[in-house]
C-alpha cells in the first residue's frame, strides 16, 4: 500500500488537513497569509482613493506655496539684472565710449580703438553670473557686443540674427514705436544663440543715456541677453521632472511658453498643457516683463501614476507574501535559536570581548552565518591588531622624519651670516662711493632678511607691499627696459595682518612668463582698495596672457582651493608642477590664514595680459 506524508493516508485532501492540524508554523502560516491578504486587499483599495485625494491636496498646497517662494526669488533675480542693466545705461563712460564709437563709424575710418574701449567697458560689467552678453547698438545698428558664449564660428548679434536686431531697433526708434518711451523692454527674439542652437537667450534692451541725455533724445541702445535656463534653478522647486501630472513653466502676455524644461514646448501656447478639463492651473505674476509663473497639476495623470505605483507594489507584495510565508513555514522553530546565539555573542562583542564565539550547531544558512559571524569577529580582532601594529610604525616613521628635517635645518647655512655679509658688502661699497651697489646690496638683504625671519609667518600688508617694491626694483635693475612697475596702496589699509610672500609668485609669474621674449614695454600693477566689506588687491600685467591649456591648470588650481586632486595622470601633474606649484602653495596658505570668505579670481587672455584679483576679508581686530 502506497504511503503519503510520514505515515499518514494517502488521501490528498485528507493528507493537507492531518498536516495542517498537526504542525503549529503549518497552520499559523496559512491563517496569517490569508490574513494578510484580506486585509491588503482592503486596504490597498482605501488607502488608492485616499492616497489620490491626499496626494491632490498636498500638491496643490506645496505647490501654491512653492510658486509663492519661487515668484519672489525669480523677480528678485530679475530685478537685480534689470538693476544692472540700468546702472550701465547711465554709466556716463559706457556713454561717451559708444559716442566715439559712433563718430569714427560715420567718418568710415579705423573703429578698433574706440570699439575696443567700448568692449571692455561692457566687459567689465558682466561679471553678474545671469547676464550672457552685452551689446551696443546705435540707430543704424550694432556698434560693439561682448558674449560670453560666442565661439569661432558665431556671436549673438550676427547677421544670423540681422532680423531681429531690426525688430528691437525698430521698437525703439522707429516710425511705429510707442508713445510712451520705455527704460526698458523684453525680446525674445533670436529665442537660441546662434553658436548654439540648445540654449535659449532673452534679451532686455535699455535707452543708453549716459546720464547726460534724457531717454526720448538717446541715439543709443543697450542690450542685455540672458540664458533662458537660469530659470531652471527656480522651476525646479516647483517643476517634478520624474512625474508627467506636475510642470511647472514660465509664459508671456501673449500665453506663449518662455521656458519649459521639456523644450519642445518653449514657444507654444501654454493652453496645450493647462487646456485640459482635469488640469489644476496655479498661476503667479512675476512682476516684470507680464510674465506669469505657472504650475499644472493633472489628475488624470496622477490616477494613472498611482494605479501604476499600487500595481507594482501589489505584484511586489503577493512575492513577498509568498516568500514570506514559505520561510516562517521552513524555519518558524528553529530560527530563534542560533538568533539568540548571535545576540549574546554581540553583546560580548559590544563589550569589547572578540573572542566570544558561536558554538556552532546545524549546517543550515543562520548556522553558516553564524560561522562566518564567527569569522568575521577572528578577522576584526586580527585586523584590530594590525592597525594598531602599523599605527605605531606610522608614529614611528613620522618622528623620524621630523628628526630628518631637523638635522637637515641646523645644517643650512646660517641665514643671519649671509644677510651680515651683505652689510658688510654694503659699507664697503659705500666706502668706495659706489652707491648704486649699495642700494642693490641694501635691498637684497633686506629681501633676505624678510625671507629668513621663521619666527613668525603672520606680517602686515605694508611689509608685504614693501617686500615686493623691493623685489621688483631688483628685477628692474637686472632685466633693464623689459618691464616698469607701479604700485597704488593706501596706507590706511597696511597695518591689516597677511601671509608673508602671499604676493611673489604671482609677481614671478608675470616676470618669467608674462614678458617673456620681450625687450621693453612691460608693466606690472599692483593696486588696492575696498569693495564692499571686504579689501580687493589685484596684480595685472599687460604681458603675453596664457594660453588655454597653462590658463585651465591654474583656474584648475584656484577652483579646488589650492589642493591639487590625487587622481591624475603623471604628465598632468607634472605639468600643473611646472605651471603653477608657486600659486598652489601661496593659494592654499591664503585660504587657511582668512577662511571661507577669501576669494581669488584669474582674467587673463592670450596677448592681451594676466590679472590676479584677491578678495581679502576684514581681519576681525579692525572691524573692531
Not at 505647490?63 to 517662494?69: D, G, K, V
Request: aromatic share 10%; with cysteine; charged share 25%.
Amino acid at each position: 500500500m502506497r504511503r503519503g506524508l510520514g505515515s499518514l493516508p494517502v488521501h490528498p485532501i485528507k493528507n493537507l488537513k492531518h498536516y495542517f492540524a498537526t504542525h503549529f508554523a503549518a497552520s499559523f502560516s496559512l491563517v496569517l497569509a490569508v490574513a494578510l491578504l484580506l486585509v491588503t486587499v482592503l486596504q490597498q483599495t482605501y488607502l488608492k482613493k485616499e492616497y489620490l485625494r491626499y496626494l491632490m491636496e498636498q500638491n496643490y498646497e506645496t505647490e501654491n506655496a512653492a510658486l509663492e517662494s519661487v515668484q519672489k526669488n525669480l523677480k528678485t533675480a530679475i530685478r537685480e539684472m534689470i538693476y544692472q542693466g540700468g546702472k550701465m545705461a547711465v554709466d556716463e563712460d559706457i556713454y561717451d565710449r559708444a559716442v566715439s564709437a559712433d563718430a569714427v563709424l560715420k567718418e568710415n575710418i579705423n573703429v578698433n580703438n574706440m570699439t575696443l574701449n567700448l568692449y571692455r567697458s561692457l566687459q567689465l560689467y558682466t561679471y553678474e553670473s545671469n547676464i550672457k552678453a552685452a551689446a551696443v547698438f546705435r540707430r543704424e545698428g550694432l556698434i560693439t557686443q561682448y558674449d560670453k558664449i560666442k565661439t569661432s564660428e558665431a556671436v549673438l548679434w550676427s547677421g544670423d540674427t540681422q532680423e531681429e536686431q531690426n525688430e528691437i531697433l525698430d521698437s525703439f526708434f522707429g516710425e511705429g514705436r510707442d508713445t510712451v518711451f520705455p527704460r526698458f523692454r523684453v525680446f525674445l527674439d533670436p529665442r537660441t544663440h546662434p553658436a548654439h542652437a540648445e540654449r535659449g537667450v532673452f534679451h532686455i534692451a535699455y535707452p543708453l543715456t549716459g546720464g547726460k541725455v534724457s531717454i526720448w533724445e538717446t541715439d543709443y541702445l543697450l542690450v542685455l541677453s540672458s540664458e533662458t535656463d537660469m530659470f531652471q534653478e527656480y522651476l525646479k522647486t516647483v517643476d517634478m521632472p520624474d512625474v508627467e501630472y506636475i510642470q511647472g513653466y514660465i509664459a508671456d502676455q501673449n500665453g506663449d511658453i518662455v521656458y519649459h524644461s521639456n523644450r519642445d514646448l518653449i514657444g507654444t501656447q501654454e493652453s496645450l498643457i493647462s487646456g485640459e478639463s482635469s488640469v489644476t492651473h496655479i498661476s503667479r505674476d512675476i512682476g516684470y516683463f507680464d510674465w506669469t509663473l505657472n504650475v499644472v497639476i493633472d489628475k488624470e495623470k496622477m490616477e494613472e501614476h498611482i494605479d501604476a505605483i499600487y500595481g507594482r507594489s501589489s505584484a511586489v507584495y503577493a512575492l513577498l507574501l509568498i516568500f514570506g510565508v514559505a520561510v516562517i513555514f521552513i524555519w518558524f522553530r528553529r530560527l530563534m535559536h542560533p538568533v539568540r546565539q548571535l545576540s549574546q555573542s554581540m553583546k560580548h562583542v559590544e563589550q569589547g570581548d572578540y573572542h566570544s564565539k558561536i558554538e556552532i550547531e546545524g549546517s543550515h544558512e543562520v548556522w553558516q552565518i553564524a560561522e562566518e559571524y564567527n569569522r568575521m569577529i577572528e578577522a576584526i580582532r586580527q585586523k584590530n591588531q594590525e592597525i594598531s601594529r602599523q599605527h605605531q610604525e606610522t608614529l614611528l616613521s613620522i618622528e623620524e622624519k621630523h628628526q630628518a628635517e631637523r638635522e637637515a635645518l641646523e645644517s643650512q647655512i646660517n641665514a643671519h651670516f649671509i644677510c651680515n655679509t651683505l652689510g658688510s658688502i654694503n659699507y664697503e661699497a659705500m666706502e668706495e662711493g659706489n652707491y648704486k651697489v649699495s642700494v642693490l646690496l641694501k635691498k637684497l638683504s633686506n629681501i633676505l632678511r624678510y625671507t629668513f625671519d621663521q619666527k613668525s609667518q603672520d606680517v602686515y600688508i605694508y611689509q608685504e607691499i614693501a617686500w615686493i617694491d623691493q623685489y621688483l626694483y631688483l628685477q628692474k635693475y637686472r632685466l633693464e627696459t623689459v618691464f616698469d612697475y607701479e604700485i597704488r596702496f593706501p596706507d590706511l589699509y597696511g597695518q591689516w595682518p597677511c601671509c608673508r610672500l602671499m604676493f611673489q609668485p604671482f609677481v614671478e609669474n608675470s616676470i618669467l612668463h608674462g614678458f617673456e621674449g620681450r625687450k621693453q614695454g612691460g608693466m606690472i600693477r599692483i593696486s588696492g582698495g575696498m569693495e564692499g566689506e571686504l579689501l580687493k588687491i589685484v596684480i595685472e600685467d599687460n604681458g603675453c596672457g596664457m594660453d588655454p591649456e597653462t590658463e585651465r591648470t591654474i583656474q584648475k588650481i584656484l577652483r579646488e582651493r589650492g589642493n591639487l586632486s590625487l587622481d591624475r595622470k603623471e604628465t598632468d601633474v607634472q605639468n600643473e608642477k611646472r605651471q603653477g606649484i608657486g600659486i598652489q602653495n601661496v593659494v592654499t596658505r591664503m585660504r587657511m590664514y582668512y577662511g571661507s570668505r577669501f576669494e581669488i579670481s584669474l582674467e587673463t587672455q592670450e596677448g592681451k595680459g594676466t590679472k590676479f584679483i584677491f578678495l581679502i576679508p576684514i581681519p576681525e581686530s579692525i572691524e573692531a
